[in-house]
């Protein structure tokens, strides 16, 4: 039976390279370069954390850029633990049509759960994708990803509300 090497990874497309990560590392039942313990895996989350920083603010400022007219603010919560153990994440992107219906910013969220296996990424209002960062080009690998969920999240924002919420199509 053939199984998926490293080399064969780093010859992937790029967008795929960090799902091939995510089937070796639960075939493989490790994280990374063979992270084992919560703890080494902990420690390759927040240095994730530091790689996808820059492209998690990249995708919300480009959003707020040209849907918000710049009327949005980027923020970034740092890497937090809660008290039963789950790491976390979050940047997000609010304006004042958002806050005025009342839902949430746009959001990215890095998340590495007490009980699971390794990291993940989601928004607000879009599902989970894994979150296999170990460094700058591996994170620059998964703009398109942040781009995609950051996207997701406004269209189903707007579905909560409506087309109204976005300036660029009330003001544009």
């Keep these: 039976m053939n ?30 370069d063979g992270a084992v313990s919560r703890s080494d895996k902990e420690k390759l989350f927040i240095a994730a954390i530091d790689y996808l920083a820059p492209y ?3 995708a919300l400022d480009e959003m707020n850029s040209v849907l918000l007219l710049t009327s949005g603010t980027v ?28 839902i949430l910013p746009v959001t990215l969220e890095a998340f590495y759960g007490h009980g699971f296996h390794h990291p993940h990424l989601r ?9 296999n960062v170990f460094s700058d080009s591996d994170a620059a690998a998964e703009l398109p990803t942040l781009r995609v969920i950051a ?7 707007a579905f909560q509300r409506d087309y109204r919420i976005v ?6």
């Design 3 to 32: 199984t998926t090497t490293k080399s064969d990874i780093k010859r992937a497309p790029d967008h795929l390279r960090g799902l091939l990560r995510h089937f070796s590392d639960l075939r493989d039942v490790t994280h990374g």
């Design 75 to 102: 923020t970034a919560s740092g890497v937090s633990k809660s008290s039963e153990g789950d790491l976390a994440a979050v940047w997000t992107l609010s304006w004042p049509e958002q806050e005025q219906a009342g």
């Design 123 to 131: 928004g607000a209002t879009v599902g989970v994708w894994p979150l």
């Design 56 to 58: 998690a603010r990249q």
């Design 151 to 157: 996207a997701a999240d406004l269209h189903n924002l």
């Design 167 to 172: 300036p660029a199509i009330t003001r544009g």
